[in-house]
């Protein structure tokens, strides 16, 4: 599989997907594609790799981990900042069109390099957040 070298931001992929962000402006009600780190639309169906948008000093890209030692289950960690991490996938939850939009609901799904140990899902989920807190989103 050929991964694409362009990386998302991956603060900005957080802004424009959470309830959170209407409150900082980020979403847009024109529908705008969400842009990669070249400036290109991040297209469904391609790898890319979710890294800091701060570079040098915002650490790795985002992989899949395993918390205390234990095979099960996965959890999503932050690698090194030489480390990409692993690849992950965008679909739209609510249309066809191909593209990543703002403000829109999608699945990110991590592309395990290796046999898993786990059996359980790769798609990333945010789960019992509460829009009441206005906090960062913990993932």
């Known amino acids: ?22 409150s900082f402006g980020v ?7 969400v842009l ?3 400036g290109n639309k991040v297209q ?14 915002g650490g790795g890209g985002l992989a899949l981990g395993r918390p ?16 990409d991490g692993i690849p992950v996938i965008f679909s739209n939850s609510d249309s066809n069109d ?8 999608i699945n ?4 395990p390099l290796r046999p898993r140990l786990c059996l359980t899902t790769t798609v990333w989920k945010v789960n019992d957040y509460d829009i009441s807190i ?6």
């Open 36 to 38: 990669d780190s070249d």
């Open 68 to 83: 205390s030692r234990k095979p099960c289950p996965e959890v999503v960690t932050q690698r090194r900042s030489s480390d």
């Open 134 to 139: 206005e906090s960062n989103i913990c993932i």
């Open 108 to 111: 990110i799904e991590f592309v």
């Open 98 to 105: 191909g593209v990543v939009r703002l403000s829109s609901d």
């Open 1 to 22: 599989m050929k991964t694409t070298t362009a990386s998302v931001f991956l603060l900005f992929i957080i802004f424009s997907i959470t309830p959170w962000s209407l």
């Open 27 to 33: 979403a847009n009600t024109t529908n705008d594609p």
């Open 44 to 57: 469904t169906g391609t790898p890319y790799y979710a890294v800091s948008s701060i570079w040098g000093a």
